[in-house]
C-alpha cells in the first residue's frame, strides 16, 4: 500500500555534498515523521535525522551542523542535505516514515537504501 523511494546517493570526495530525495506514495491519510537512518557493513541502523510533520527536527551529533533534513509535505517528499561528507557518512542510507494509512492503521515504511560513499 505504500512505498518510500530514495534517490540521490552516490560517490563523492571527501568535503563535498550530496542531497537524498525519499518520496512517499500509497494509500496514506497522512504522514507524522520522516526520517533518514544509515547502516554501514557490520554495523547497526541508526537515526541520522528526522523531521515532524510540522517541521520540528533531529539530528545525530555526528551530523549536526553538516545535514539538513527537510520535507515537502504536499509531495510527501523528506530531503537530506549533507554536506562536508566525510568518509565516516559512508553507508546506505534509509528513508522511514511513520503514517496513517488511509485504512485507518498505523504503518511504519521503509524505503529500499540509496548508497552513499565518501573517498578520503
Known amino acids: 500500500q505504500v512505498q518510500l523511494v530514495e534517490s540521490g546517493g552516490g560517490l563523492v570526495q571527501a568535503g563535498e555534498s550530496l542531497r537524498l530525495s525519499c518520496a512517499a506514495s500509497g494509500s496514506i491519510s497522512s504522514i507524522n515523521t520522516m526520517g533518514w537512518y544509515r547502516q554501514a557493513p557490520g554495523k547497526q541502523r541508526g537515526l541520522v535525522a528526522s523531521?515532524?510533520?510540522?517541521?520540528?527536527?533531529n539530528y545525530a551529533d555526528s551530523v549536526k551542523g553538516r545535514f539538513t533534513i527537510a520535507r515537502d509535505n504536499g509531495k510527501n517528499t523528506v530531503y537530506l542535505q549533507m554536506n562536508s561528507l566525510k568518509p565516516e557518512d559512508t553507508a546506505v542510507y534509509y528513508c522511514?516514515?511513520?503514517?496513517?494509512?488511509?485504512?485507518?492503521?498505523?504503518?511504519?515504511?521503509w524505503g529500499q537504501g540509496t548508497q552513499v560513499t565518501v573517498s578520503s
Open positions: 522511514h516514515a511513520d503514517l496513517l494509512l488511509q485504512i485507518g492503521k498505523i504503518f511504519n515504511s
Open positions: 523531521i515532524a510533520r510540522g517541521g520540528t527536527t
